[in-house]
């Protein structure tokens, strides 16, 4: 199965600011298809995960403009322009390119 | 509006089993793979497997490959997730997800195992 590599695994923000999450997968996440099948999930303390981001950057409804998803290949990143206080929880990259579908060890996302 | 609304969670004993199911509503059933997702108690989540729209595809973790069977009933609109020879590692909430993309969530049904 293919491994997905986050860091850091806990980042404490203060309110306003930006926040990054690496993601990194042990082989290419492009499918034969030409597309990058790498989503990213929020999951709020005692709640069901949620979706944020399908293929690389495309954002689900509902997800506010200030979260952004990027990279290419093996590097990918998850991106808070401006941390507020909904936004504490714990965040998931997963690979649906090569199944079965593997999830990050996940990055727990606190106010300072 | 989709929902998913899993059942079948209990208390077993190491060695026995269980059947989840998934009840799903809100799209066109057959037309989505389906997923399992489990998170044990603390931990990250895991998938443990996917069954294709059909029927005809299913994947397995290895962690549970042998020890566990994913079906479907289209005319029912439900996923199951067969869970056999259990273990303590299996204790989790397991979820279902809408397609292989996993965009909606159920709100999950706790198994524990334990003697």
């Known amino acids: 199965d293919v491994v997905m590599t986050q860091s850091p695994l806990s980042l404490p923000v203060t309110l306003g600011q930006p926040a990054s999450i690496s993601c990194r997968s042990s082989?290419?996440?492009?499918?034969?298809?030409?597309?990058?099948?790498l989503s990213w999930f929020q999951q709020r303390p005692g709640q069901s995960p949620r979706r944020l981001f399908y293929?690389?950057?495309n954002r689900d409804s509902g997800v506010p403009d200030r979260f952004s998803g990027s990279g290419s290949g093996t590097d990918f990143t998850l991106k808070i322009s401006r941390v507020e206080a909904e936004d504490v929880g714990v965040y998931y990259c997963?690979?649906?390119?090569?199944?079965?579908?593997?999830f990050g060890q996940g990055t727990k996302l606190e106010i300072k | 509006e989709v929902q998913l609304l899993e059942s079948g969670g209990g208390l077993v004993q190491p060695g026995g089993s269980l059947r989840l199911s998934c009840v799903a509503s809100?799209?066109?059933?057959?037309?989505?793979?389906m997923s399992w997702v489990r998170q044990a108690p603390g931990k990250g989540l895991e998938c443990v497997s996917t069954?294709?729209?059909?029927?005809?595809?299913?994947y397995y973790a290895e962690s549970v490959k042998g020890r566990f069977t994913i079906s479907r009933d289209n005319s029912r609109d439900t996923v199951y997730l067969q869970l056999s020879s259990l273990r303590a590692e299996d204790t989790a909430v397991y979820y279902c997800?809408?397609?292989?993309?996993?965009?909606?969530w159920g709100q999950g049904t706790t198994v524990t195992v334990s003697s």
């Open positions: 293929m690389l950057s």
């Open positions: 809100g799209f066109t059933f057959t037309r989505q793979a």
């Open positions: 997963m690979q649906g390119t090569h199944w079965p579908q593997t």
């Open positions: 069954i294709t729209g059909s029927g005809a595809g299913t």
């Open positions: 997800a809408k397609n292989a993309g996993m965009d909606d």
């Open positions: 082989q290419s996440l492009v499918h034969g298809d030409g597309n990058t099948y």
